[in-house]
């Protein structure tokens, strides 16, 4: 069964900080693009970062530049996301996906994972 699998998720202070992880299972990463999407409640589901295949490009929302990292390491089958000076309005579900291609378009992603709560509040 071909699946991704999203963790790390919970509830911080503002300022905060968490790492989220994407596990694949049933295939392999290593010739996919990954991206973080994100959807908060009446929102649509919004780009957040992205990865190259190999590792060596990555793509910020500009909301998040500066305090959120994409990392991979295809040994584990892994991609993280690393979250620091966390804010209100980073509160979503968040979802990581697979594509050959990178980008936000959301309909050129072919795996997706079930999603991940971040809540972000005093």
């Known amino acids: 069964q071909l699946q991704l699998v999203e963790s790390g998720g919970g509830l911080v202070q503002p300022g905060g900080s968490l790492r989220l992880s994407c596990a694949a299972s049933?295939?392999?990463?290593?010739?996919?693009?990954i991206a973080w999407f994100r959807q908060a409640p009446g929102k649509e589901r919004e780009g957040v970062s992205c990865?190259?295949?190999?590792?060596?490009?990555?793509v910020y929302a500009e909301s998040v530049k500066g305090r959120f990292t994409i990392s991979r390491d295809n040994a584990k089958n892994t991609v993280y996301l690393q979250m620091n000076s966390l804010k209100p309005e980073d509160t979503a579900v968040y979802y990581c996906?697979?594509?050959?291609?990178?980008?936000?378009?959301?309909?050129?992603?072919?795996?997706w994972g079930q999603g991940t709560q971040v809540s972000v509040s005093s």
């Open positions: 049933g295939f392999t990463l290593d010739y996919y693009a």
């Open positions: 996906a697979a594509s050959e291609f990178m980008g936000f378009v959301v309909s050129s992603y072919t795996y």
């Open positions: 990865i190259s295949s190999s590792g060596g490009a990555t």
